[in-house]
Each structure stands twice: as structure tokens, then as C-alpha cells.
T-cell receptor, first 115, second 112 residues
Framework: EPEVTQTPSHQVTQMGQEVILRCVPI?????FYWYRQILGQKVEFLVS????????KSEIFDDQFSVERPDGSNFTLKIRSTKLEDSAMYFC?????????????FGEGSRLTVL | DQQVKQNSPSLSVQEGRISILNCDYT??????FLWYKKYPAEGPTFLIS?????DKNEDGRFTVFLNKSAKHLSLHIVPSQPGDSAVYFC???????????FGKGTKLSVKP
């Protein structure tokens, strides 16, 4: 069964460092998403990406964040200068048809710990 | 501003009985509602969904009910099994590109 894969599973970094989280969405999907979940809180939408550009982003997704699809398979989230409050589980998701289907397929997440 | 609310952080049910998880929303423009199940250290897994034009959708032991006038939906699991123990997230689709807005989740514990 096709699945969304994420690397690394856990990354520890120092405050102010750059972090890149990587995702390989399901191969025939067209819409890609990043969500995050701070410990004990709800899953929050960060950004959606379609046709090689950001289609929507939340207020959390400020100038410190960027996304890229550098090749045909990877989808990355970069945090330019990490802050303590960026510590969270980051989930990548993909869907086949965006608005035409309700279901998003999630990866297992990348845990980011900022010290 | 919580657009999707799950007011019960936890629920404990005996095996074989019915589990009812509730969710309220504020935005009448949401057109699709979904339930996701999440185990620790894993990503959310899709469980069941319902379009805003329907009031019920059933899939095996899982049934979702939608009451649009009350802006309320619920997930019924019957009979509940210990393997159903997980955190259940209600989500609503509201973005132009299909992004989901999640509730805070309800932790379901099914006791043998």
C-alpha cells in the first residue's frame, strides 16, 4: 500500500539553526501539506502546496518557514532559524485531488526538538 | 479561534459497548468532515468522512452523523474493541486546496 514517508524521524537542533524536514508523498498525488502538533495540543495546518507553489498557508507559516519540491518526489519544509517554540511533531500529508477528495494521507511524522 | 471543537479530552468505554465521540464546528462553509485516528508516535490515519450534504455515513463498526443545523457531528463505534484505543481527531475541510482544520482530539480508552 502506498504511503507517505518522512525523514528524519527525530531531529535535535540548537536554537537558531536551520532545519530541513523531508517528505516523499504518495507518487501520483498532486496536493501536499505540512501540519504540526505541539506536545499535548491539536494538529495545526501550516501550508498546502500545489503545482509547484504555495496555495495556502496559516499564520504560523511565517518568513522563517519555506517549502520546496526540489525534484519529482521530495517535498521539504525548511525552518530557517529555529526557535524553542518550533519544537513539535511535523506531519507531511498528500492527497490525490485536493478539493475533490476529503482524505489526506499522513506520514508518521518528524519530531523536532529545539534546545 | 477554535473552528473545530472536541470538548471531551478523554472517553473511557467498556469493550463491546458503544463509543460516541463528539465534535462541534463554527464555520458553516465547511463542506467535508473527517475523522482520523492517531496512535502515539504515528501520523493520523483516516477513518471515515461525511459530505456536508449528507447526515449519515456508515462503514462497518463506524458511523458518522452530521447535524448541520446544530453544527455538530459525532462518531459512533459499535461494538468498541480494545484496539480502538487511540486519539480521535475530528477535522473539517475549509481551505480552497483541501487543507483540513483539526479539533484537539479525544483520547478513547476501551477497557477489556
Amino acid at each position: 500500500e502506498p504511503e507517505v514517508t518522512q525523514t528524519p524521524s527525530h531531529q535535535v537542533t540548537q536554537m537558531g539553526q536551520e532545519v530541513i524536514l523531508r517528505c516523499v508523498p504518495i507518487s501520483n498525488h498532486l496536493y501536499f501539506y505540512w501540519y504540526r502538533q505541539i506536545l499535548g495540543q491539536k494538529v495545526e495546518f501550516l501550508v498546502s502546496f500545489y503545482n509547484n507553489e504555495i496555495s495556502e498557508k496559516s499564520e504560523i507559516f511565517d518568513d522563517q518557514f519555506s517549502v520546496e519540491r526540489p525534484d519529482g518526489s521530495n517535498f521539504t519544509l525548511k525552518i530557517r532559524s529555529t526557535k524553542l517554540e518550533d519544537s513539535a511533531m511535523y506531519f507531511c500529508a498528500s492527497s490525490g485531488q485536493g478539493r475533490n477528495t476529503g482524505e489526506l494521507f499522513f506520514g508518521e511524522g518528524s519530531r523536532l526538538t529545539v534546545l | 479561534d477554535q473552528q473545530v471543537k472536541q470538548n471531551s479530552p478523554s472517553l473511557s468505554v467498556q469493550e463491546g459497548r458503544i463509543s460516541i465521540l463528539n465534535c462541534d464546528y463554527t464555520n458553516s462553509m465547511f463542506d467535508y468532515f473527517l475523522w482520523y485516528k492517531k496512535y502515539p508516535a504515528e501520523g493520523p490515519t483516516f477513518l471515515i468522512s461525511i459530505s456536508s450534504i449528507k447526515d449519515k455515513n456508515e462503514d462497518g463498526r463506524f458511523t458518522v452523523f452530521l447535524n448541520k443545523s446544530a453544527k455538530h457531528l459525532s462518531l459512533h463505534i459499535v461494538p468498541s474493541q480494545p484496539g480502538d484505543s487511540a486519539v480521535y481527531f475530528c477535522a473539517a475541510r475549509g481551505g480552497s486546496q483541501g487543507n483540513l482544520i483539526f479539533g484537539k482530539g479525544t483520547k478513547l480508552s476501551v477497557k477489556p
